[in-house]
């Protein structure tokens, strides 16, 4: 009867051939979106950027720019809104997205998306950028679903996911020493450079697997937000003890239509509001009003690092007063847990310093499948080497042996 660790090796080792590949793909692209806005910027700097600022740095009106950018999208509505930025030098930004559509494609779902840039100053749009051709949205789809329509391909991640969150456990028992001496602990600790190519390799797989594992095993958990509530349910239980996620608003805010006479401009003062509210904020998206009773919609994004400390402001569309806030500020823990999760598991949560962790956290990831694929290669080749040799031997000992004539 195999041992526990022959068992867990047993496990390991077709485990991870089985789900290889998928894991070096999610690896290699993660490692690839991490540093996505800092080479956005870089690439989009004239789209992003007006040429000039004038010196009173003052704004066509907001509802003008939004018609102009929705006109330019081919749309009567922007759903996520005009995005102002608190840089003067920066274009105002509009995202159109629509997806639904059927196919067994990631791209072949969305019939759209789309993101115009417009100087706030002149009206001039600065560029219109298609996103489903973009570099880094091929990757996300590759991430997301292996360019796969997410009913299809996100399955197909997450188990592999999960698989991969096995193979680090079961790798952590594998590496654990036998024996605590200096010896177990150089070997389990140290990367012997000095030895033969199959001894780095080996070392590269235990070793550098065991100073990841932790950064591992969040960026694999992580990943399971979007498919699983109960990894939901766990951030939220780590900040609160309780194991269920809060309810919605439960009244829907609403305009109402009011006796004297209406604000002329009301997106300006909501714009002008959301500003005053949040002076040091990176950006902040207008979403006008859909129809008679809705609210003119401000998120707010305080920096431009990260997503997790969003806020949401609700005007009348009447009057431009505020009517609701819903403010990070004053989420509980477990809340505030759950909405960091996306910058934890792309780094972001740390800054640039926590992007550059991930980075190489990835990189490792993505190493891994590799290493080990030549450790098990490398066993099999010596293993087949061995029954061959065996077998001539065997050929050779049971060949007949020729007579000597006396």
Known sequence: MP???????????????????????LSITGCLYVFQQEISEIVRHDTYYADEVPENQQHLPIEKLQKKAADTLGIEHLPYGLTTYKNPDRNWSAILYKGGVDSWTYFGGMEAHKTA????????????????????????????SLLLATPIGQPIVVWSTVIFIILLISGMILWWPKKWNKAGKQKSFKVKWDSTWRRINYDLHNVLGF??????????????????????KSLHFLGTGEYQLPDGPAEKVVSTMPDTTANSIPMEQAYRQAWAEYPKAYSIALVAPTDSQSTIRATIRPDGQTYYSNSTLQFDQYTGELLSADRYENYNTGEKLVAMNYDIHVGAIGGLPGKIIAFFASLICASLPVTGFIIWWDRKKRQWAREERLQKRRKKSDAPKERIPV
Do not use: M
């Open 211 to 232: 100073y990841f594992l932790v950064l591992s095993l969040i960026i694999a958990f992580t990943g399971l937000y979007w498919y699983f509530p109960f990894a939901q």
């Open 117 to 144: 840039y417009i100087n706030p100053y002149n009206g001039e749009i600065e560029g219109v950028v298609n996103e489903k051709k973009d570099f880094f949205q091929i990757v996300k789809g590759i991430h997301w």
């Open 3 to 25: 041992s526990f660790k022959e068992t867990v090796l047993f496990l390991h080792r077709w485990l991870g051939l089985i789900t290889g590949l998928v894991v070096l793909i």
